[in-house]
């Protein structure tokens, strides 16, 4: 059963940074797609960011593009979430998702199979 602890999270100001964290129990280059999903109060899950296990293509919400960015440390088991200009609206619980089977739809949550137990960001306006 592969675990995904994620970690990071907290309580922040509007236009601050904060770098979420997430380690897989097996190398995270070998899975399919591994990203970030994040749910804020009342809504439903969204989509953040994922990239492919080797690192070769990554893809954002709209939402998030050109604050965030999705990286790994390649050689282990670790995928981070570095996010910039934090908005009162990124407040949500951040999770962790992969999966190692062959699926083209990245922002499908349904696909996911792995999911970490979730990091509370809090941005402050």
């Known amino acids: 059963q592969v675990q995904l602890i994620d970690s990071g999270g907290g309580l922040v100001q509007a236009g601050d940074s904060l770098r979420l964290s997430c380690t897989a129990s097996?190398?995270?280059?070998?899975?399919?797609?591994v990203g970030w999903f994040r749910q804020a109060p009342g809504k439903e899950r969204e989509f953040v960011a994922v990239m492919s296990g080797n690192g070769a293509v990554t893809y954002y919400a709209d939402s998030v593009t050109g604050r965030f960015t999705i990286s790994s440390d390649y050689a282990g088991n670790t995928i981070y979430l570095q996010m910039g200009s934090l908005k009162p609206g990124d407040t949500a619980v951040y999770f962790c998702?992969?999966?190692?089977?062959?699926?083209?739809?990245?922002?499908?949550?349904?696909?996911?199979?792995?999911w970490g137990q979730g990091t509370q960001v809090t941005v402050s306006s």
């Open positions: 097996v190398p995270t280059s070998n899975m399919y797609f």
């Open positions: 998702a992969g999966r190692h089977r062959y699926y083209t739809e990245y922002a499908d949550q349904t696909a996911y199979d792995y």
